[in-house]
């Protein structure tokens, strides 16, 4: 009777083992489409990414390269301090983007041009995303707001 129970006991074990194994490799397949990489232009350029890998790519909107095309396109470059990357979107950008301002995008990199399928733009003086700050931070810069 004994060995019964403890038989019955080490099923229970093994059966959540593989219950807690399928379900994290379920989750896992789930997400591969909808993790996305950070990477600042320097990195981007440094190793190109596959034209079929989506990732966000963020910096600073470089100052002169904003040209807007007929329709919603719009061309511009992003720049860490370090390299420049050039950008194309259509689509309606957000109300506080502009040159010198900091911007996240999530597209591919296709032939040397990122084809970015969202933008997103800082939302007052101050924000700047983690990410591009602290990209900027590593080429030296972007100083701390207040910093001389």
Known sequence: ???LKKQRRIQVILLAVVALVLATGLIG??????????????????????PTEVFRMGGLVEEG?????QGETVRFSVTDGGASVPVVYTGVLPDLFA????MIGTGRYVDGVFEATEILAKHDE???????MDALKEQGVYQEPGES
């Open 65 to 69: 390269t904003l040209v807007r095309d």
């Open 29 to 50: 397949y789930a997400m591969r489409d909808g993790i996305n990489f950070f990477r600042a232009p320097s990195q981007v350029i440094a190793e190109p990414p596959e």
């Open 126 to 132: 101050t924000y700047m995303p983690k990410e591009v």
């Open 1 to 3: 009777m004994k060995s």
């Open 99 to 102: 040159e010198n301002q900091g």
